[in-house]
């Protein structure tokens, strides 16, 4: 019954119970998600590496570091 009160009139129709798509659904968006979470990431760590290596010199500020 609760199935049918959370849900679509399409999704209620076809509820089986089982969970099973509810599963497969979930490990297909982390199998999509995740990938994708690491190339962003290793994307800015690349950009931050090339910036870092080609800025030239005089263009740095280098803070003494703060003592206590």
Known sequence: MIPNLLSCA???ANYQGDGNAAGWS???LLAVI???LAGVIW???R???RESDN???ELRDDFPAATR
Do not use: E
Request: a neutral charge.
């Open 10 to 12: 399409t999704c209620a």
């Open 26 to 28: 979930v490990l297909f």
């Open 34 to 36: 995740l990938p994708v």
């Open 43 to 45: 994307c800015m760590v």
């Open 47 to 49: 950009i931050a590496r």
């Open 55 to 57: 800025l030239d010199p």
